[in-house]
């Protein structure tokens, strides 16, 4: 890692010396080391693969992927709803989605591979990076262990995968000394602006690197050749990748207008802060002492970009639970050293021979716990449909959907939120939705008017009358449910464990008012 002012520490006077040999723990032989690499990168694949996540947003951004890739061209606007058609749409994952459309054509199974492939390559490189920082491996395994369950609410098939990667892999050549290596960023950048907007990520951390480097050469008032220009270089023309995608300058708005509408910051659940009273944030809250406690005890230096980078990330997912995964990933490699330093100072007061004696018998236990869970893991998936597991495809209104097909409902739709990729898939383009998973294309007073009926707040009817929805699609938990259900107005035509589709009165019919300019 770079000491505090940018330099290697073998050139800086206040590098630490390297642990003695006394207190460090036993090496192990080469082909242990590989074994519990292995056995925990099967163990984390297991894991990511097994974890059922409702696939909310995949249907549209399947359906997306099969219509660029039938026309050969990115949408510019909305295609899919009634209530925002035309709307600005900045189709900032149309690459993932083109993938993601010719996975699903070959098999839906594939996806699951996708999936599974990504986490496997995320918490490998974290894994490595941990290892190259610290040179403590159980510090290594612990930590990305660690961070792999942090992540896990977000072990979806969604382009975002791609951004923990992303992170992890930028981070890891920035961490390194010399320049060389930086020149692939740019490349790497300009492939990652067109799989997901999460590109933002890498361009922060080339910015800080070299923030930071320029302010320590400010202050020591000596040029540090090689490395500095090169960063800044690096930034220049990663800002230019960036540019080379089909929405051009806007897909670096996009961030700051996802995240411009307080309705939507407080009704989509991945926006909310963490809850530590859920179970679900419980090895976010652990990673989090584990850091603190980690940076109060080590004797290491401790670089200024890095405590940037951890009080920048704490900041990003305290706000919004979504981005706690980015700062478990940038967390273990950044503690791995400080760890490392805790645990080899704490063995200077063990008794030395008995933890050398038992290192080897130790590592093949981890090795074949790891090994025995992820075999544990993969069988449930044994005699399921992989992909309608995964992505828990029974929460999804399948057979309303059948009945509205079968009985032709027509004209304007009312439907939930989380339903709303699903029909699109489904639907599209007989017939279009009212709101669904791009939150940022409704902004304005199409989610302002799904807010208002969702919720049943006064004026909710109304709402529904200025859109002229002629039938809804509701769930039956819901408290919309029980408001239709009382209404006069509408009649109740179906219904299961799910969902309940209900239908207009033809004498409460109104015809469908111009909907209201949207800013």
């Keep these: 890692m770079v000491d505090p002012d940018g330099e290697r520490p073998e050139e800086s ?68 709803s009634h209530t925002a058609a035309g709307r600005p749409w900045v189709a900032q994952e149309w690459l993932t989605e083109v993938l993601f459309s010719f996975l699903y054509s070959l098999s839906p199974q594939w996806l699951v591979v ?61 961490l390194r000394p010399g320049g060389r290596h930086l020149w692939a960023l ?110 109060a005890l080590s004797r290491r230096p401790k670089p200024p970009v890095a405590l940037w980078l951890l009080a920048c990330f704490l900041h990003a997912a305290l706000m919004f639970f979504r981005n706690a995964p980015l700062f478990s990933l940038m967390a273990a490699v950044l503690i791995a050293p400080h760890l490392a330093d805790v645990l080899e100072r704490a063995a200077l007061h063990s008794l030395r021979q008995p933890v050398r004696r038992y290192a080897i018998p130790l590592a093949l236990l981890v090795a074949s716990f790891l090994s025995g869970g992820a075999i544990g893991q993969a069988k449930t998936l044994f005699g399921q449909n992989w992909f309608e597991t995964t992505i828990r495809r029974s929460a999804f209104p399948e057979a309303a959907c059948r009945f509205i097909e079968a009985r032709r409902l027509e004209g304007p739709m009312y439907n939930e939120y989380k339903w709303g990729g699903y ?17 940022e294309v409704y902004f304005g007073p199409a989610f302002d008017a799904y807010y208002r009926i969702h919720n049943t707040h006064p004026g909710w009817q109304q709402a529904l009358d200025r859109y002229g929805v002629r039938f809804a699609l509701v769930d039956v938990k819901g408290g919309l449910y029980k408001a239709l259900s009382a209404s006069r107005n509408w009649r109740s035509a179906y219904q299961d464990t799910i969902a309940a589709v209900f239908v207009r009165r033809e004498k409460a019919i109104v015809p469908k008012a111009s909907a209201p300019a949207q800013s």
């Design 186 to 295: 740019p490349l790497t950048t300009l492939v990652w602006a067109n799989l997901h907007a999460g590109f933002h990520l890498g361009l922060f951390l080339i910015a800080s690197f070299a923030f930071w480097e320029s302010a320590a050469l400010l202050r020591k008032g000596r040029p540090r050749p090689g490395r500095l220009p090169s960063l800044w270089s690096v930034l220049g023309l990663s800002l230019l990748a960036g540019l080379a995608n089909p929405n051009g300058y806007h897909l670096y708005l996009y961030p700051f207008r996802l995240m411009g509408h307080e309705t939507v910051m407080g009704f989509v659940v991945e926006w909310f802060s963490p809850n530590f009273h859920e179970s679900y944030a419980r090895p976010f809250e652990a990673i989090l002492i584990l850091a603190l406690v980690c940076l």
């Design 423 to 439: 029909l699109i898939w489904r639907f599209y383009p007989r017939r279009k939705v009212f709101m669904d998973g791009r939150a």
């Design 114 to 174: 996708w999936k599974t492939l990504m986490i496997t390559f995320i918490f490998g490189t974290l894994l490595r990076a941990c290892y190259r920082e610290s040179g403590h491996l159980w510090a290594s395994l612990g930590l990305s262990l660690l961070a792999a369950y942090a992540a896990r609410p977000f072990f979806d098939i969604r382009p975002q995968l791609v951004s923990y990667l992303g992170t992890v892999v930028f981070l890891s050549f920035l």
């Design 13 to 80: 006077d206040s590098s630490p010396q390297e642990p003695s040999d006394e207190g460090a723990p036993a090496r192990l032989p080469l082909w242990l080391i590989a074994l519990l690499s292995i056995s925990f990168l099967a163990f984390v694949a297991a894991m990511g693969a097994i974890h059922t996540v409702s696939g909310v947003d995949l249907w549209w951004q399947l359906k997306t992927g099969e219509i660029i890739r039938a026309f050969c061209a990115v949408p510019y606007a909305d295609l899919y």
